[in-house]
T-cell receptor, first 111, second 116 residues
Framework: SQQGEEDPQALSIQEGENATMNCSYK?????LQWYRQNSGRGLVHLIL?????REKHSGRLRVTLDTSKKSSSLLITASRAADTASYFC???????????FGTGTRLQVTL | NAGVMQNPRHLVRRRGQEARLRCSPM?????VYWYRQLPEEGLKFMVY????????ESGMPKERFSAEFPKEGPSILRIQQVVRGDSAAYFC??????????????FGPGTRLTVL
């Protein structure tokens, strides 16, 4: 598996429900970031969590990081149709500044 | 404060032609990254530049691809003699600093290259 692999690959929920996406990675990280990409568009930065942090909140988003399991989760509460998008985790490792992206979770929120 | 700007948004080239993709980072950002995204895939790192310097080009194909970030003007990703396999979305990102623990990157809207 790649550094930064999301699970599930696709998720379909109804508006108002919560959506949880998971990301696993292989090597030690400096930080982990979550991005959203609407179909055919650029990426929007959602949240950054550092390796010494365990949980972070931003509005309806909650991100957790478990460095012992090398995994992170993104929870979107009270989902809306506008949340329909692909969600990617990206890791920063070592002295490199580049981000390594996972393959993404495609979230579909229906009315 | 304008975000990262990329142009053109869509570019069509025939095989063998050259493609030039431009990226203007956010104001105050001196670090630029280029990524490529194939359909239904995540982004793959290509190159990281600071003004007048290539810092990390570990993701760049060895041939036909080059990048620059001059002292003045936008960063340019140049693809010579394009082939159909170069068809992809190319994203540029910028960040204000390189500190590994805090390198939030801001992405542009991308350039979608189609090679006929």
């Amino acid at each position: 598996s790649q550094q930064g692999e999301e699970d599930p690959q696709a998720l379909s929920i109804q508006e108002g429900e919560n959506a949880t996406m998971n990301c696993s990675y292989k090597t030690s990280i400096n930080n982990l970031q979550w991005y959203r990409q609407n179909s055919g568009r650029g990426l929007v930065h959602l949240i950054l969590i550092r390796s010494n942090e365990r949980e972070k909140h931003s509005g309806r988003l909650r991100v957790t990081l478990d460095t012992s399991k090398k995994s992170s989760s993104l929870l979107i509460t009270a989902s809306r149709a506008a949340d329909t998008a692909s969600y990617f985790c990206a890791t920063s490792t070592g002295t490199a500044s580049k981000l390594t992206f996972g393959t993404g979770t495609r979230l579909q929120v229906t009315l | 404060n304008a975000g990262v700007m990329q142009n053109p948004r869509h570019l069509v080239r025939r095989r063998g032609q050259e493609a030039r993709l431009r990226c203007s980072p956010m104001k105050g950002h001196s670090h630029v990254y280029w990524y490529r995204q194939l359909p239904e895939e995540g982004l793959k790192f290509m190159v990281y530049l600071q003004k007048e310097n290539i810092i990390d080009e570990s993701g760049m194909p060895k041939e036909r691809f080059s990048a620059e970030f001059p002292k003045e003007g936008p960063s340019i990703l140049r693809i010579q003699q394009v082939v159909r396999g170069d068809s992809a979305a190319y994203f540029c990102a910028s960040s204000p600093r390189r500190a590994p623990g805090d390198n939030e990157q801001f992405f542009g809207p991308g350039t979608r290259l189609t090679v006929l």
